[in-house]
């Protein structure tokens, strides 16, 4: 039991480990956009705006992010209906903010701490990191969902888990789930 979910654990990072690295890069990239343009705009154009400074750098960054995780990231998995697929990363963009939000709200109004250090550690941090990790999910699974096991590089991520579960039937005697595939 423990060998199985031992060879689970590293069929799933082995499938993941490339898209992980890209897509922290990406989003390390989009962040210094986004604090370059917010902190541009603050001291230029929006010198007293600024909700308005840090709304257009977060949408600039998030255009920079969609158009990097679509080109690099998720390259292999990028929707033919582009406008599908913006629209969708408009979407988990939007609950990603609002995950960082209901943590700035937690902190304040559930645990009532009000200082400046706290509100900025519960929504630059821990909002940050937790829609982080949904962000990533949400468009490995629903944004950039589309399969092509011909991108070199990903044509054999499908086989570790097919072999790990191939070798499961072997040693348990297991029978196969109506839908799988067969043993090759």
């Known amino acids: 039991m423990i060998n199985a979910i031992s060879d689970r654990l590293r069929g799933l990072v082995s499938l993941f480990w490339r898209e992980v690295a890209k897509f922290g890069t990406v989003g390390g990239l989009a962040f210094v956009v986004d604090s370059a343009v917010f902190i541009w705009l603050l001291n230029g154009p929006l010198h007293s705006g600024e909700v308005w400074a840090k709304s ?28 599908r697929e913006a629209v969708l ?26 200082d400046k250090v706290s509100i900025f550690v519960a929504g630059s941090v821990v909002g940050l990191v937790l829609g982080t990790i949904f962000r990533f999910f949400a468009y490995r699974f629903w944004v950039f969902n589309e399969e092509l096991d011909s991108e070199p590089g990903y044509e054999v991520d499908h086989e570790i888990f097919d072999h790990h579960h191939e070798d499961r039937i072997a040693v348990t005697g297991e029978q196969p789930v109506v839908g799988e595939q067969p043993e090759r």
Not at 67 to 72: G, I, L, P, Q, T
Request: proline share 0%; with cysteine.
């Open 56 to 83: 257009i750098a977060t949408i600039i960054a998030s255009i920079f992010s969609w158009v990097a995780n679509r080109y690099w990231t998720f390259r292999h998995r990028k929707q033919a209906n582009v406008v």
């Open 89 to 114: 990363f408009a979407v988990m963009n939007g609950v990603g903010l609002l995950i960082a939000a209901g943590c700035v709200a937690v902190t304040k109004y559930v645990l009532l701490m009000t």
